[in-house]
C-alpha cells in the first residue's frame, strides 16, 4: 500500500533554514505530483507547494515563494521541502501528499512533521 | 475563498448531519467537472480523502456519507452519525490555483 514517511522537522530559529524529506514506497513514485501542505496550530490545512512528475512545473503558495524550494529524486523515491528565511509564521505540521493520476487532489498523505520556528 | 458553516457540530450518533461549503467562484470547469472534495481528519492523524468531484464517494467511503451541489454551493450530509465520524471535516478546491481549504468544521459526538 502507499506509505509517504516524512523527516526533518525540528525546533529552528527565525532566520533559519530546515529541509524536509519524504520518502515513499507502494506505488512508481515518479509517475505522480506530489505535494506538500502544511496545517498551522489550530488552524486548518495549507497547500505550500507541489511539484510534477519529471520535474516539469513548480508551483508556490503566496506565502512561501522565495523562500521554499520543492524537489524530487526519483531514483531514492523522495520528496523535498528546502526552506529559508523561516518565520514563526511558518510554524506547522507539515505533510506530504500524493496526488491522484489526474492530479486532482490529494489522495495519500503521510503523518507530517512539526517545524517549530522560535528563538 | 471556501466558506465553510457551521465551524462546530454536537451530533448524537445516529442523528443525521450536515455540513455547507460555498465557494466566492465557481467550481466547474469546462471540462464539466466540478473540483470539490471533502476531507475527516481524525485526531492525529492526517486528513483522508471522503468525496471527490462533489458527490462520488471515495475507495472504502461509508454510504451514509454523501456529498451534493453544484457551482459555488456545496454539501457534506452523514446520514446516521457514529462515533468513528468524529473529527474536522474540510472541503478542498482544486479548480483553481492554489488549491485551498475551508476553515474546517469540527464535529463531536455526544
Known amino acids: 500500500q502507499v506509505r509517504l514517511v516524512e523527516s526533518g522537522g525540528g525546533l529552528v530559529k527565525p532566520g533559519g533554514s530546515l529541509t524536509l524529506s519524504c520518502t515513499a514506497s507502494?506505488?512508481?513514485?515518479?509517475?505522480?505530483?506530489m505535494s506538500w501542505l502544511r496545517q498551522a496550530p489550530g488552524k486548518g490545512l495549507e497547500s505550500v507547494s507541489y511539484?510534477?512528475?519529471?520535474?516539469?512545473?513548480?508551483n508556490y503558495a503566496e506565502s512561501v515563494r522565495g523562500r521554499f524550494s520543492i524537489s524530487r529524486d526519483d531514483a531514492k523515491k523522495s520528496l523535498f521541502l528546502q526552506m529559508n528565511s523561516l518565520t514563526a509564521d511558518d510554524t506547522a505540521v507539515y505533510f506530504c501528499?500524493?496526488?491522484?493520476?489526474?492530479?486532482?487532489?490529494?489522495?495519500?498523505w503521510g503523518q507530517g512533521t512539526l517545524v517549530i520556528v522560535s528563538s | 475563498v471556501l466558506t465553510q458553516t457551521p465551524l462546530s457540530l454536537s451530533v448524537t450518533p445516529g442523528q443525521p448531519a450536515s455540513i455547507s461549503c460555498k465557494s466566492s467562484q465557481s467550481l466547474q470547469h469546462s471540462d464539466g467537472k466540478t473540483y470539490l472534495y471533502w476531507y475527516l481528519q481524525k485526531p492525529g492523524q492526517p486528513p483522508h480523502l471522503l468525496i471527490y468531484e462533489v458527490s462520488s464517494r471515495f475507495s472504502g467511503v461509508p454510504d451514509r456519507f454523501s456529498g451534493s451541489g453544484s457551482g459555488t454551493d456545496f454539501t457534506l450530509k452523514i446520514s446516521r452519525v457514529e462515533a468513528e465520524d468524529a473529527g474536522v471535516y474540510s472541503c478542498?478546491?482544486?479548480?483553481?490555483?492554489?488549491?485551498?481549504f475551508g476553515q474546517g468544521t469540527k464535529v463531536e459526538i455526544k
Open positions: 511539484i510534477s512528475d519529471g520535474t516539469r512545473y513548480t
Open positions: 501528499a500524493k496526488q491522484d493520476a489526474s492530479g486532482s487532489y490529494y489522495v495519500n
Open positions: 478542498m478546491q482544486s479548480r483553481k490555483l492554489p488549491w485551498t
Open positions: 507502494g506505488f512508481t513514485f515518479s509517475d505522480y505530483y
